[in-house]
């Protein structure tokens, strides 16, 4: 294993830099990463991977003109170098007025030690767990998806004597099953260590969907009652993560929820918090400013509470920054991360049980923005896509494209599963969301 | 000169660490090993409404190191390039090699490589890394100004990228290669924001504008400036115009949008190694099978497609790929007819094949993969005026907003910025939040124009997705607008 830099280790290598002559602010960010994959596909190993990198980002203000340069030269000369880079810059550019200053010191809490056993984690342990998936796989079943586990240290120290260190780690396993006669089924496993995944339990989920959706039969597309599974869910609130919640799509009016405040955008069921302390997440308790993340309800019983700020978007709309930032420079503001959609009351079996004639959706493909303002997305389902008539599930259909609006969906919303699991979405990070009853989704194509 | 930078300003023995990689890969029991020493400049500005929202450097070099062990592979990459890190780093490829062999699997074999040694630059006639940053904010800052001159003009935009790669190849097939590409571009954007609804234009392309592989000359000819003022108007001017119509109609795309059309339905469906499944869980597999070459009418007679590595200009243009091949022209369609699928080393021989050259990765800390290269639509002839004004009625849309596709790259949907009606020949009224959907095959035989070369555009696209862990490559697609009957048009 790559050994981890420390906090101390890191304050030395960014100290000159710190120290910079003819500025007025420096901020060091340091994003240390090392992870290994393990890649399978037709029930084989075909990529076994490692990497380490390291990124220095520093940050320069200088009469209310910002730089930055990036490195992976993580030595005391690689993050002078970067400094001066970014000084360099400063000469270019105009006074930035909204600028808000360098984060003050605020207290961050300590960080747990890093889980080496993650960490550590070997090829012939990764290797072990994709054969205890391929073993569930039924006669003419193949699996493919990779194992990925992993460590983080991310670290920031500004010349306003603010100092973040947290460590983390992360296991992610994914896994479709192909079957005989078109069948095809998903299942995931994300926690923040290897403990939290098992790979015979994500292997007979995903087989067991690839054997019952074999011969998939057309539908016509239309608006269906839907059942999302959690996967499919995290579709839904990742991009409204991405399009909602940003202070500055609020404050520019793009996003879907600007001018709602304390407006019912979703059914009473619906709570939707930021909350990167919470211990069923995978993340750091600071932003990419140095600034402490808070719990945020953004959606709280159906009703649009609040957004998420990082401080110059914080400084515009009045208020202080929540800690959402993201590395600097960012143009696109801040972004919640860590999102959670709360759990109800109901399990799958009864949101299938209450469906009259509906579609049992396992999860999204290619899901893109169509309109950010109407929250309009499309994408297709895939990997288990199942029709229910009369609360029962009656067999499997061809993969349909669904083109809906989020807050239409959210409000539509007649039950919420009893239990949240992490996902990942194919173009975020990761959230952690339950199974969703939705009266009316409608399917284009 | 346009040249790779080198820390402090010394030459560094990149192609050296190479090499000594693929020693201690064969060191630490490779059967084969190869090697990718390599550097990554980029400088990126963005301003809006004339002040500076961003600008930034980036550098990264490491080392990435493939081995293959018993027919398995493993690779292991290291931003450090000292003899014990290299050594380190070596033993772990080989060691996530070995482990891969708990699983049973055929061995893999690899397509022969003549194996070579060179040094090639790509096109770059000035170094946009030693234009002064204070001339691009200028330019930026200008072109935001003349679009907030709109009255109705919300935010005015304006990005700069640049990019340089210096990638070093050994292997132990004796390969030496030492490479470099440069990549500029940009574009504008303007934002109108009135009545809940929000209308975006951009020029000349959407999502960063136009990149090429060359130097600031191509920023140079891009007339940011010229066309601000039209680009802002046409933003404001969407706030007020219909909604495009849920109708099936006859479709006529711009150069920017038959980009994206061409990606994502011809480009990622040839990718060899999702129609062997190696793509299966993530980005998926393809619709086309190997029993399809010179067979399945992929497309009406009038389209023929081509990966071209060579193409000057192209962001997915090379002298060599990762494995050491060199760059290919392959034809993709012939008219309408699917021919060849893009391949490695390893794909190639299941087809019976050898590789032709397409196979790269996300900087030197990741494994190669099969990547577009540069994918075309070969023109045709005539004008876009000739299109139109043969087209009696239909809509004419332009420069991509959205796009989404299945994971067999059969049903897709595409959002463009602006459509315009067209009737008896005429461009008419705009038209608001244009969609379309279709299937591939019937999308691409119901093509009935293609435009000539005076049209044809060499687009690049720096952000296209693939692989787990996830890889972001740098493609181009040379375009001309075409025409499409009977599609699905308005989808909401």
């Not at chain 1, 059914?267 to 600071?286: E, K, L, N």
């Not at chain 1, 929540?322 to 972004?335: E, K, R, S």
Request: overall charge negative.
């Amino acid at each position: 294993m790559p050994g981890a830099i420390g906090r101390d280790a890191f304050l030395e290598i960014v100290g000159p830099a710190l120290e910079l002559d003819r500025v007025d602010g420096v901020e060091a960010l340091l994003l240390h990463s090392w992870s290994a994959n393990t890649r399978f596909a037709s029930s084989q190993i075909h990529q076994s991977t490692a990497r380490e990198d390291t990124s220095l980002r520093i940050r320069i203000v200088r009469d209310g003109r910002i730089g930055v340069a990036e490195t992976n030269e993580v030595t005391r000369d690689g993050a002078v170098a970067a400094a001066r880079s970014a000084r360099e810059m400063t000469d270019a550019v105009g006074s930035d007025p909204a600028f808000p200053g360098l984060a003050p010191v605020a207290p961050i809490p300590e960080p747990a030690p890093l889980d080496t056993t993650t960490a550590e984690a070997s090829p012939a342990y990764r290797a072990e767990t994709v054969a205890a998936v391929v073993d569930r796989c039924g006669a003419g079943m193949h699996a493919a998806g990779a194992y990925e586990t992993g460590a983080i240290e991310l670290g920031l120290a500004n010349t306003e004597g603010q100092v973040c260190w947290a460590p983390h780690t992360q296991a992610a396993l994914n896994v479709v099953v192909t079957g005989p006669n078109g069948g095809s089924g998903f299942a995931e496993a994300i926690a923040p260590g290897i403990d939290g995944v098992d790979g015979a339990a994500a292997g007979a989920r995903a087989a067991g969907k690839a054997g019952a959706s074999a011969d998939p039969q057309p539908i016509d597309p239309g608006t269906y009652e839907v059942v999302l599974e959690p996967a499919a869910t995290s579709t839904l609130v990742d991009f409204l993560g991405f399009i909602g919640f940003g202070g500055r799509s609020l404050l520019e009016g793009e996003s879907c929820l600007s001018g709602k405040k304390d407006t019912q955008v979703a059914a009473p069921s619906i709570s939707i918090v930021d909350d990167a302390t919470d211990p069923g997440t995978i993340g750091a308790p600071f932003d990419f400013e140095g600034v402490p993340k808070r719990k945020l309800d953004l959606i709280r019983d159906g009703v649009f509470r609040q957004g998420a700020y990082d401080r110059r978007t914080a400084k515009q709309a009045g208020t202080v920054s929540t800690g959402h930032g993201l590395p600097a420079p960012n143009p696109d503001g801040p972004l919640p991360l860590h999102l959670c959609l709360e759990p109800g009351s109901s399990t799958v079996e009864e949101m299938i049980a209450a469906t009259e004639r509906g579609l049992l959706v396992t999860r999204f493909h290619y899901t893109n923005v169509v309109n950010a303002i109407a929250s309009t997305i499309t994408g297709m389902t895939r990997d288990g896509t199942f029709l229910i008539e009369n609360g029962r599930v009656v067999g499997p259909v061809a993969n349909l494209r669904f083109t809906q609006s989020i807050l239409e969906a959210l409000r539509d919303t007649s039950l919420v599963g009893t239990r949240a699991e992490l996902s990942g979405e194919f173009f975020f990070g990761v959230s952690r969301v339950p199974a969703l009853k939705i009266d009316r989704f409608t399917f284009s194509s | 000169m346009c040249r790779s930078r080198l820390r402090d300003g010394e030459e560094e023995p990149v192609l050296d660490v190479a090499k000594r990689a693929v020693d201690a890969a064969t060191a630490a029991g490779a059967d084969y090993a190869d090697a990718r020493a390599g550097r990554d400049e980029t400088e990126s500005l963005t301003v809006r409404n004339q002040e500076m929202e961003g600008i930034d450097r980036l550098t990264s070099s490491g080392v990435g190191i493939r081995v293959l062990v018993a027919g398995r592979w493993g690779f292991a990459a290291t931003a450090r390039t000292d003899a014990e890190e290299i050594e380190r780093a070596a033993a772990l490829a080989v060691e996530q090699a070995r482990a891969a062999s708990l699983l049973p699997a055929d061995p893999v074999e690899l397509s022969p490589v003549e194996p070579v040694t060179d040094h090639w630059h790509g096109p770059c006639q000035e170094d946009p890394f030693d234009v002064p940053l204070e001339e691009k904010v200028a330019l930026l800052m200008e072109a935001s100004r003349r679009m907030q001159q709109v009255r109705g003009t919300t935010f005015a935009s304006g990005v700069l990228d640049f990019y340089r790669r210096r990638t070093c190849f050994a292997s132990t097939d004796g390969a030496a290669i030492d490479q470099t590409v440069t990549h500029s571009g940009g574009g504008i954007e303007a934002t109108a924001i009135a009545d809940g609804q929000v209308q975006r234009r951009s020029f000349p392309n959407s999502f960063r504008g136009h990149l090429a592989g060359a130097g600031y000359e191509h920023v140079r000819s891009l007339g940011l400036l010229s066309e601000s003022e039209r680009t802002a108007h046409e933003a404001v001017d969407l706030l007020t115009a219909p909604s495009c119509p849920d109708e099936v109609t006859t479709l006529v795309l711009d150069s920017g949008q038959m980009e994206l059309q061409v990606h994502e339905s011809v480009g990622h469906a040839v990718e060899l190694d999702r129609v062997l499944g190696m793509e299966a869980a993530y980005a998926g597999t393809s619709f086309v099978s190997p029993g399809d070459r010179g067979r399945l009418r992929y497309a009406s007679p009038l389209v023929s497609i081509t990966a071209d590595a060579s193409l000057r200009g192209g962001l997915g243009s090379f002298a060599y790929d990762d494995e050491g091949v060199a760059a290919h022209r392959t034809p993709i369609l012939v008219d309408g007819v699917f021919q060849e699928f893009i391949s490695s080393r390893e794909t190639a021989p299941a087809i019976g094949e050898a590789s032709n050259g397409t196979m790269r990765a996300d900087g030197w800390s990741n494994l190669p993969l099969i990547r577009m290269t540069n994918i075309s639509l070969e023109p045709g002839q005539g004008s876009l005026a000739d299109i139109i004004g043969d087209t009696k009625d239909g809509i004419y849309m332009a420069t991509n907003k959205s796009w989404s596709i299945d994971d067999k790259r059969v049903n897709f949907q595409f959002g463009c910025e602006i459509a315009w009606r067209i009737r008896n020949g005429v461009i008419a009224e705009p038209l608001r939040d244009p969609t379309y959907a279709g299937i591939t095959t019937e999308f691409w035989n119901s093509c009935d124009a293609v435009a000539g070369p005076e049209e044809w555009t060499v687009w690049g696209t720096p952000n296209c997705g693939k692989g787990q862990p996830g890889q972001v490559a740098r493609v181009g697609h040379g375009t001309s607008p075409a025409r499409f009957r009977n599609v699905r048009a308005g989808v909401r």
